[in-house]
Each structure stands twice: as C-alpha cells, then as structure tokens.
T-cell receptor, first 109, second 116 residues
Framework: EDQVTQSPEALRLQEGESSSLNCSYT??????LFWYRQDPGKGPEFLFT???AGEEKEKERLKATLTKKESFLHITAPKPEDSATYLC??????????FGAGTRLTVKP | SQTIHQWPATLVQPVGSPLSLECTVE??????LYWYRQAAGRGLQLLFY??????ISSEVPQNLSASRPQDRQFILSSKKLLLSDSGFYLC???????????????FGSGTRLTVV
C-alpha cells in the first residue's frame, strides 16, 4: 500500500533560520508528488508538483526537491507569515492523492 | 479563473440528523471532484471522488454518500449523523488527466462539522 510519512511533526524556527521539511514515500509507480500549505481553519493551498527524481521547484522562500524515496521542502530565511502546516501528497498508479499528516511550522519573530 | 465554493463554513448538528454539504466549481468544465475529511492533527482522508456526472467512487465505507447532479456540483450527504462524523470536510477539484499527467488539487475553504 502506498505510504507517505512527513517529519518532523512540528518545527519551530526563529525568523531567518533556514531549515527543511521531509516527506518520505513508498508508492507503486509515482505519478506526482505534491506540496500544499494549510493555514488553520482553511483548505490546503497548492504549492508545487514534482514528477521525477532530480526535479526542483521554487517559489519565494520555498524550494521543493525530489528523489526516488523522498522530497524536501527547503525554507530559506523564513518569516512569521510562513507559519502554517505543510502537507505532502503523492499520486501513484494505484490510488488518488494520498496525503501525509503534515508538518506544523512555527516561525517566531 | 477557476473558483470553488463550499458551504456552510461551520455546522453543528445533533446525532441522527441528516447532512447536506454542497460544493460548486466555476470556470472549468468536466473537473474531477473530491470530498475529503480531515481529523484534528491527522492527514486528509479521501471519502469520495467523481470524474463525471453521476459517477461516484467511494474510498471508505461509512454512512456518508455523495452525488454529482451537475457537472460542477458535488454534494456530500448523510441520512443520520454519528458522533464520529465530526470533522473538517473539504471539497476539491482538479483538471482531468486524460494523458496520465496529474495536477494539484484546488481546495474549498472547508466545513467544520460538529455532531453533538
């Protein structure tokens, strides 16, 4: 069965302190890996799609990378407004979008 | 541009009462539509998805049902709510994937359902 595991569950950073979030996956035939941002009480907001190992995508302070086993979401010099839960999801040949439990990021000013 | 509307935003219902949550999409045709539930501190659980009018696939057996009476309308229903039905319900849409390229989902703002 396809599995998605995100770590850490929670991450607290000081403003400007760069770090990375991890998404490990086990799927049968990866058709896409997706990152979303979710603010409290709201629906997830789509950030990136990665389709093959070695691919990278960037948006402002965020950069997503993909290997055959995991994806990283790198946050460079984060600001308090980057605080949110970041969700990783995979799409394989066997299922629809399968989500991880998320990493709750808090950036302190 | 495409937009997705989901209502109501919050709902408090007694056990045993019926449920109807509605979701509509604008600005696109023949979208794939999804209902997810998110329990506190947990990932999103796919409940139903639809690739066309009247075509519903269920992922989890439960007392919920879904219908797609129009191309851009997706409804989540229950005849009798259980306490365990409480949660955050999210509707989402994606572009069709006829060539096997899959796209990210656009989610609605969610419905917080509390069954009392």
């Amino acid at each position: 069965e396809d599995q998605v595991t995100q770590s850490p569950e929670a991450l607290r950073l000081q403003e400007g302190e760069s770090s990375s979030l991890n998404c490990s996956y086990t799927v049968s035939g990866l058709r896409g890996l997706f990152w979303y941002r979710q603010d409290p009480g709201k629906g997830p907001e789509f950030l990136f799609t990665l389709y093959s190992a070695g691919e990278e995508k960037e948006k402002e302070r965020l950069k997503a990378t993909l290997t055959k086993k995991e994806s990283f979401l790198h946050i460079t010099a984060p600001k308090p407004e980057d605080s949110a839960t970041y969700l990783c999801a995979v799409r394989s040949n066997n299922n629809d979008m399968r989500f991880g439990a998320g990493t709750r990021l808090t950036v302190k000013p | 541009s495409q937009t997705i509307h989901q209502w109501p935003a919050t709902l408090v219902q007694p056990v045993g009462s019926p449920l109807s949550l509605e979701c509509t999409v604008e600005g696109t045709s023949n979208p794939n539509l999804y209902w997810y539930r998110q329990a506190a501190g947990r990932g999103l659980q796919l409940l139903f998805y639809s690739v066309g009018i009247g075509q519903i696939s269920s992922e989890v057996p439960q007392n919920l049902s879904a219908s797609r009476p129009q191309d851009r309308q997706f409804i989540l229903s229950s005849k009798k709510l259980l306490l365990s039905d409480s949660g955050f319900y999210l509707c989402a849409w994606s572009a069709p994937s006829p060539t096997g390229t899959y796209y990210g989902y656009t989610f609605g703002s969610g419905t917080r359902l509390t069954v009392v």
